[in-house]
């Protein structure tokens, strides 16, 4: 099976992108004025992300798919509202994560947003404990764009009216050239935005109407950057089938009322280990200087013990300076605790600080 | 007169009396994006042709920076290193990495002139 383009490719061509091959698909890394300019344009004005790569799941039930549903993920689904979203995951017995996701109730049942690597799977693991009893579509004939940044708002109003008033996690059906597309109040970026279902036919012309009322194109270099200043993980990274939602520090997307009951898989061990506590936990991480600790770098505590590992690090365009998250012994994820990362076989002092780095309108985590 | 000189790991090379001066090239640049960190090497050290003498990092990732001849680093850019972005800005001029009082003279021959690292440049946009 070849490398699969999405309907955006000309447009991204166009925009002299330059393309690495991600999860299958020929992407855009960055376009011609670089992964800074567009981070920054993002965070200052509005940056447009091609992530059609993205699994879009529909699960079609009522009452019956809720209660299904409710076995598979931490949530409280029997009380999510029409359009309302919910951030989850996907995880096996053990409470290892397969996939974190975006699970927004619609009118004939669910869509769930699936990262682009796990999609398929993800889609086979769910169609056996559903049992076949629902219609699923991965559905390959819409795009995904989404729109990030102070300026999306007003932007996209202009093109899809009444978006502006969509309230942060929910979305609702609208209007584009006369064809039914899906908009919710969401992104991965730490900034205000929207992520559009759209079908692929539409999809460039919705896209060049953005940029013409203002938004640019940015990349997966600038996505990159842009939700790990925002302390957002990504799968593959941050989060793998190693890792639990407690490790992950991610106990917050989990319904209390569900832990109460504990009747969903992997509950055994997230109530185990939020009331034993865990040995490593996700934590963010400053180095003092200029290094940049990629993922793998290895973390040592101050009598040179190794008690950890990056699994993101770069360099963030908001922050001005290094910026990481990883895995550490618990007793030292204190904030401030300060750590050693070796770099090309040297260390450097680093120290763990609260996520996220980059918050609206003020900067955390700078030196 | 002073000649610039190039290698095939992109470095650039000039040459005034036993003193060089060494920088990456404008096509280093592009290929690696946003410069965002450089290290560079111990002033007094010595480097060997075709070492490593610096690293510099984009945003994606990290490259070696080698050294295209042998000698002592007498001196070293500290402004790329507190602002790496002088790099992309202006890579063959003002932000030259580090001078080197080089041992050989002969180990300059192997390497290109101008237009046969645009050359080479072009054929390998890797």
Known sequence: MGTKKTSLYQLHQDCNAKFVEFAGYHMPIQYSEGIVEEHKFTRNHSGIFDVSHMGQLFIYGSDELIKDLEKIFPLDLKNLKLNHSKYSFLMDKDAGIQDDLIITKIDEGFLIILNAACKDNDFKILKELLKEKYKMVLDENRSLIAIQGPKSSQILNEVVDGVKDLNFMSGNWFLFDNQKVYITRSGYTGEDGFEISILNNYADKLTRELINKGSKLAGLGARDTLRLEAGLCLYGHDLDKDKTPVEANLKWAISKERISKGDFIGSDIIIKQLNDGVSKIRVGIKPEGRIIAREKTKIFNQSDVHIGEITSGTFGPSVNGPVAMGYVENEFSKKNTKVFLEVRGKKYAANICSLPFYKKSYVKGVN | ?126
């Open chain 2, 1 to 126: 007169m002073s000649e610039v000189k190039y290698s095939k790991e992109h470095e650039w090379i000039k040459l005034e009396g036993d003193v060089a001066t060494i920088g990456i090239t404008k096509h280093a640049t592009e290929m690696l994006g946003d410069i965002v960190f450089a290290e560079l090497p111990e002033k007094g050290s010595s480097v060997e042709k075709d070492g490593t003498a610096g690293v510099v990092e984009s945003t994606k990732a990290a490259s070696d920076v080698y050294t295209p001849v042998s000698g002592e680093v007498v001196d070293t850019n500290q402004e790329i290193v507190d602002d790496p972005s002088k790099i992309n800005q202006d890579p063959e001029n003002s932000a030259w990495f580090f001078k080197l009082k080089i041992k050989d003279k002969s180990e300059m021959d192997s390497l290109m002139n101008k237009d046969d690292y645009d050359k080479f440049a072009k054929e390998n946009n890797t």
